[in-house]
């Protein structure tokens, strides 16, 4: 069974391949800072990619943490009714996580800690990442800013020239949007292009 602990936060990775390691980093950042973290993986985050194999990333998130992946809808169900975890953050945020919450939908883990979490007024800290957020994962963005409880870390182009609807989180601002997130605010959304 799993305590909660006095600053305790899930933590989801998604899909986003390419900016697993950027999501591993600011994990690294909340444990620095005290967080005891709660590792969450959605279904597409455990496949092996030309970015790594999923039990490598799996390894890396539980050696980090301390603590087993939760990796079910059954494991993280739990998570708002026995009030384990101050906030959810998921990062990376794919564009099809985002389009599941922006439709209420909980069928992945990801989800459901969302939902769970919701449930009893708990943060919800997103870190996008995906090659449509200035197309079709925009109106879901702009959604969820509409809804209580959402809040985004600031993000920006990541490519503008080659990839030019792609958003990218400012994952070395995770920690600081989670305190704000805690208190009710969200920082300043949209950046400059991180790249420079």
Avoid at 119 to 141: K, Q, W
Avoid at 149 to 155: E, I, L, R
């Amino acid at each position: 069974m799993i305590e909660k602990k006095r600053r305790c936060a899930a933590f989801a990775v998604c899909g986003s391949f390419c900016t697993l390691e950027a999501a591993l980093d600011a994990a690294r950042a909340l444990r620095g800072q005290g967080w005891e973290l709660l590792p969450v993986m959605s279904f597409a985050a455990g496949q092996d990619t030309r970015f790594g194999r999923a039990s490598g990333w799996r390894h890396q998130l539980e050696g980090l943490t301390g603590r087993p992946v939760l990796d079910t809808l059954q494991a993280v169900e739990p998570l708002g009714p026995r009030h384990l975890a101050d906030a959810l953050v998921i990062a990376p945020c794919t564009g099809a996580t985002l389009a599941r919450l922006a439709e209420g939908l909980s069928d992945t883990p990801v989800t459901l800690a969302a939902k769970s979490l919701l449930r009893v007024g708990c943060p919800i800290v997103i870190a996008v990442s995906t090659n449509d957020g200035l197309g079709a994962s925009g109106e879901n963005i702009a959604r969820l800013y509409q809804r209580k409880h959402y809040y985004f870390v600031p993000y920006g182009q990541d490519d503008p020239n080659t990839k030019p609807q792609s958003l990218k989180a400012r994952f070395e601002l995770l920690p600081q949007t989670l305190e704000a997130a805690l208190e009710g605010r969200q920082l300043q959304p949209v950046l400059q292009c991180p790249c420079g």
